[in-house]
């Protein structure tokens, strides 16, 4: 297809997907895409472009053409191939006579333009974010090998735009956020480590009496008399010992605070910790005692949904996080386009490690919702007395230390999804609440008597078997059906084929570009030494195996043997591939009997070697690893060599 000129294989051309582009985001992402395209399809032109349907016009934000970049490229779409692509939002191939059937199109490509393949690139909610398309002088006859190579292009292109567009929304949020805090009536100042004033909004202006110019700069102890000083110092370190997400606190003794022409008043604070690039801040918000303002419970709220919003934009699913061509894995991928559109409830199986929450956040990102909050809450890390509060918020004195109202997982998810994972964890006594939830979209906070509505969609994940967790009454039956509206099992690794392969290929790329290093690519040993292992631990495991290798590398040659030195392969590898189709129970090892399979083969090879570890004659190079490793790995497994 496409044109005379030499092009790469189909598989060389998936590589071309995945090299040339896997290390960019943005601008230079389009403009490696376009180039690879055309080079991977053999055509003259290739073009990704964003979609203005206010002006019916095409904006490039890539285009190459005859071996280079064509800048600041933007026109109308009337008349042009383009425009069908545009408006039917489906893929249109000219295989010939491009310009007769579009005599338009000569403002946009060159007269000797002949054959054109276009798609569009849509957004979550089916419109048209641009399109991307390629050009040649030669004719284009169907090659349907080739089209599915275009669509991965165009996959990815879309995957970048929604990034870049949930980017900006993050953006935005943040600068409402400071709008917020310039609009506060409420004194907020944020304080360094030394608890020096770093910034301040204008209340706090108005509050302490000077300017912002007054206070950059200036001790808190300024501006508090010592004995109150010292409590806010009391509590910086206790908040500082607390675990992420819950370093703030309430200061519930008056203070007295200092203006800048020294007179002083009665007020109460509220003091919160957070780190920006490794440096330690404070937010002291100041109120006069008397004053209880709306402020403080709006900035809370929009604080803790902007760090959800910012969390989902790092972690997304950007342009290949579900990574694999198994026909296991896209089972998995086909269910989510099927439910990802609905409200309906999803649960999600699989062992420890597959990627279960990675297919939540893919699910919320292709649903309608994608622009709200994606709440994850795992059930499994939250105190059990302090879970209901976690999930449904509290009112003050709802318990002792709930010395202010605060809301919940479930109100912050309003609009959006909620993930609940290690769903299996939660006690009894608080499941019919989140039966209620399911059942009637309302809660009521700790503590309270109002009951709030909210319009949430339930995500939740396991690796436990709920059902039969209700057959031993551990967990409700009524709440198991609920959940369980359309499940998603996600497969072990040991299952997924060859994904081992591309997974480690990506986790390569990820760690060098992380860690600064240059690696070679991998070889076909290391694919060897990545198949004979089962991965108990599944896609997590073998992302940290990685990471550990990469780490040990010093040299050109990924350090593989290094990093599983004292991984065995299980003795069923062979026979699972031998199995008879349809036959479900296979023998899995467990984590301890992997070590004691490991064990028993270090000790074989120690006593066939005179427990003599190094040397031409040692243990070590029976078993093919370094004898620092083989001597750290007895210590790991407490292998001592027995009395004479």
Same mark, same amino acid.
């Given at each position: 297809?496409?044109?005379?000129?030499? /092009?790469?294989?189909?598989?060389?051309?998936?590589?071309?997907?995945?090299?040339?582009?896997?290390?960019?985001?943005?601008?230079?992402?389009?403009?490696?895409?376009?180039?690879?395209?055309?080079?991977?399809?053999?055509? $003259?032109?290739?073009?990704?472009?964003?979609?203005?349907?206010?002006?019916?016009?095409?904006?490039?934000?890539?285009?190459?053409?005859?071996?280079?970049?064509?800048?600041?490229?933007?026109?109308?779409?009337?008349?042009?191939?383009?425009?069908?692509?545009?408006?039917? $939002?489906?893929? &249109?191939?000219?295989?010939?006579?491009?310009?007769?059937?579009?005599?338009?199109?000569?403002?946009?490509?060159?007269?000797?333009? &002949?054959?054109?393949?276009?798609?569009?690139?849509?957004?979550?909610?089916?419109?048209?974010?641009?399109?991307?398309?390629?050009?040649?002088?030669?004719?284009?006859? @169907?090659?349907?090998?080739?089209?599915?190579?275009?669509?991965?292009?165009?996959?990815?292109?879309?995957?970048?735009? =929604?990034?870049?567009?949930?980017?900006?929304?993050?953006?935005?949020?943040?600068?409402?956020?400071?709008?917020?805090?310039?609009?506060?009536?409420?004194?907020?100042?944020?304080?360094?480590?030394?608890?020096?004033?770093?910034?301040?909004?204008?209340?706090?202006?108005?509050?302490?009496?000077?300017?912002?110019?007054?206070?950059?700069?200036?001790?808190?102890?300024?501006?508090?008399?010592?004995?109150?000083?010292?409590?806010?110092?009391?509590?910086? /370190?206790?908040?500082?010992?607390?675990?992420?997400?819950?370093?703030?606190?309430? &200061?519930?003794?008056?203070?007295?605070?200092?203006?800048?022409?020294?007179?002083?008043?009665?007020?109460?604070?509220?003091?919160? $910790?957070?780190?920006?690039?490794?440096?330690?801040?404070?937010?002291?918000?100041?109120?006069?005692?008397?004053?209880?303002?709306?402020?403080?419970?709006?900035?809370?709220?929009?604080?803790?949904?902007?760090?959800?919003? =910012?969390?989902?934009?790092?972690?997304?699913?950007?342009?290949?996080?579900?990574?694999?061509?198994?026909?296991?894995?896209?089972?998995?991928?086909?269910?989510?386009?099927?439910?990802?559109?609905?409200?309906?409830?999803?649960?999600?199986?699989?062992?420890?490690?597959?990627? /279960?929450?990675?297919?939540? @956040?893919?699910?919320?990102?292709?649903?309608? @919702?994608?622009?709200?909050?994606?709440?994850?809450?795992?059930?499994?890390?939250?105190?059990?007395?302090?879970?209901?509060?976690?999930?449904?918020?509290?009112?003050?004195?709802?318990?002792?230390?709930?010395?202010?109202?605060?809301?919940?997982?479930?109100?912050?998810?309003?609009?959006?999804?909620?993930?609940?994972?290690?769903?299996?964890?939660?006690?009894?006594?608080?499941?019919?609440?989140?039966? @209620?939830?399911?059942?009637?979209?309302?809660?009521?906070?700790?503590?309270?008597?109002?009951?709030? /509505?909210?319009?949430?969609?339930?995500?939740?994940?396991?690796?436990?078997?709920?059902?039969?967790?209700?057959?031993?009454?551990?967990?409700?039956?009524?709440?198991?059906?609920?959940?369980?509206?359309?499940?998603?099992?996600?497969?072990?690794?040991?299952?997924?084929?060859?994904?081992?392969?591309?997974?480690? &290929?990506?986790?390569?790329?990820?760690?060098? =570009?992380?860690?600064?290093?240059?690696?070679?690519?991998?070889?076909?040993?290391?694919?060897?030494?990545?198949?004979?292992?089962?991965?108990?631990?599944?896609?997590?495991?073998?992302?940290?195996?990685?990471?550990?290798?990469?780490?040990?590398?010093?040299?050109?040659?990924?350090?593989?043997?290094?990093?599983?030195?004292?991984?065995?392969?299980?003795?069923?590898?062979?026979?699972?591939?031998?199995?008879?189709?349809?036959?479900?129970?296979?023998?899995?090892?467990?984590?301890?009997?992997?070590?004691?399979?490991?064990?028993?083969?270090?000790?074989?090879?120690?006593?066939?070697?005179?427990?003599?570890?190094?040397?031409?004659?040692?243990?070590?190079?029976?078993?093919?690893?370094?004898?620092?490793?083989?001597?750290?790995?007895?210590?790991?497994?407490?292998?001592?060599?027995?009395?004479?």
């Amino acid at each position: 297809m496409i044109s005379d000129s030499p /092009k790469p294989g189909i598989e060389a051309a998936l590589r071309l997907v995945v090299a040339g582009t896997a290390a960019e985001t943005g601008s230079q992402f389009f403009r490696m895409l376009v180039s690879n395209l055309a080079q991977a399809l053999g055509t $003259r032109g290739a073009c990704v472009t964003e979609y203005q349907p206010e002006k019916r016009r095409l904006l490039a934000l890539a285009m190459w053409l005859n071996g280079g970049f064509v800048e600041h490229y933007e026109y109308d779409i009337s008349g042009t191939a383009c425009e069908k692509v545009v408006e039917s $939002r489906t893929l &249109v191939h000219i295989p010939d006579r491009l310009l007769e059937l579009f005599p338009r199109d000569d403002d946009l490509v060159p007269p000797s333009s &002949v054959s054109y393949l276009g798609a569009p690139l849509l957004d979550t909610d089916g419109s048209v974010m641009g399109h991307l398309s390629v050009l040649d002088d030669k004719p284009m006859p @169907r090659d349907e090998r080739a089209i599915s190579l275009f669509e991965i292009f165009a996959a990815r292109a879309a995957a970048e735009h =929604r990034r870049l567009k949930a980017e900006q929304a993050a953006h935005a949020r943040e600068q409402q956020m400071a709008l917020l805090l310039e609009s506060a009536m409420d004194a907020i100042v944020v304080l360094d480590g030394r608890l020096e004033i770093v910034r301040v909004n204008p209340a706090a202006e108005r509050l302490l009496g000077c300017t912002s110019e007054d206070l950059l700069g200036e001790s808190l102890k300024d501006f508090l008399a010592p004995e109150s000083l010292g409590r806010v110092e009391a509590f910086a /370190k206790e908040i500082q010992n607390r675990p992420q997400g819950k370093q703030q606190l309430w &200061v519930p003794q008056d203070l007295v605070a200092r203006r800048w022409d020294h007179s002083v008043f009665p007020a109460e604070a509220t003091l919160s $910790r957070f780190e920006n690039q490794r440096e330690v801040f404070y937010t002291l918000i100041l109120r006069n005692a008397d004053e209880r303002l709306e402020a403080e419970r709006q900035i809370q709220l929009l604080t803790q949904e902007t760090e959800y919003l =910012r969390e989902a934009v790092r972690e997304m699913p950007s342009h290949g996080d579900l990574i694999g061509r198994s026909d296991r894995l896209e089972a998995v991928v086909g269910a989510i386009k099927q439910v990802a559109k609905t409200d309906t409830t999803v649960l999600i199986t699989g062992e420890t490690g597959t990627g /279960k929450e990675l297919v939540a @956040r893919s699910i919320h990102n292709a649903s309608n @919702r994608a622009d709200k909050p994606l709440v994850t809450v795992n059930c499994a890390a939250i105190p059990a007395n302090l879970i209901e509060s976690e999930f449904f918020g509290h009112e003050r004195g709802a318990f002792t230390g709930a010395v202010a109202r605060r809301e919940g997982r479930f109100a912050l998810a309003n609009g959006g999804t909620i993930f609940l994972d290690e769903v299996g964890e939660l006690p009894l006594e608080l499941q019919p609440k989140l039966l @209620r939830v399911l059942q009637e979209g309302e809660f009521g906070p700790l503590g309270g008597t109002r009951t709030v /509505k909210v319009d949430v969609r339930v995500l939740a994940a396991t690796n436990r078997d709920l059902k039969q967790m209700s057959a031993e009454g551990k967990f409700r039956e009524d709440l198991y059906f609920r959940l369980h509206v359309f499940p998603i099992h996600v497969p072990p690794l040991r299952e997924r084929g060859a994904d081992v392969e591309h997974l480690a &290929v990506a986790f390569v790329r990820r760690f060098v =570009r992380r860690l600064g290093k240059r690696i070679g690519p991998l070889n076909d040993q290391h694919f060897k030494r990545l198949r004979s292992y089962d991965w108990p631990g599944n896609v997590r495991e073998l992302q940290n195996v990685i990471e550990r290798a990469i780490i040990l590398t010093s040299g050109p040659e990924l350090q593989l043997e290094r990093a599983m030195a004292g991984f065995t392969a299980s003795p069923l590898a062979g026979s699972r591939a031998a199995a008879p189709a349809g036959e479900d129970t296979i023998r899995v090892l467990t984590a301890r009997e992997l070590d004691e399979f490991e064990r028993s083969n270090i000790m074989r090879a120690l006593a066939s070697c005179g427990w003599r570890i190094s040397g031409e004659s040692g243990a070590a190079r029976l078993l093919g690893i370094p004898p620092t490793t083989l001597s750290s790995r007895m210590k790991g497994l407490k292998i001592r060599r027995p009395a004479a």
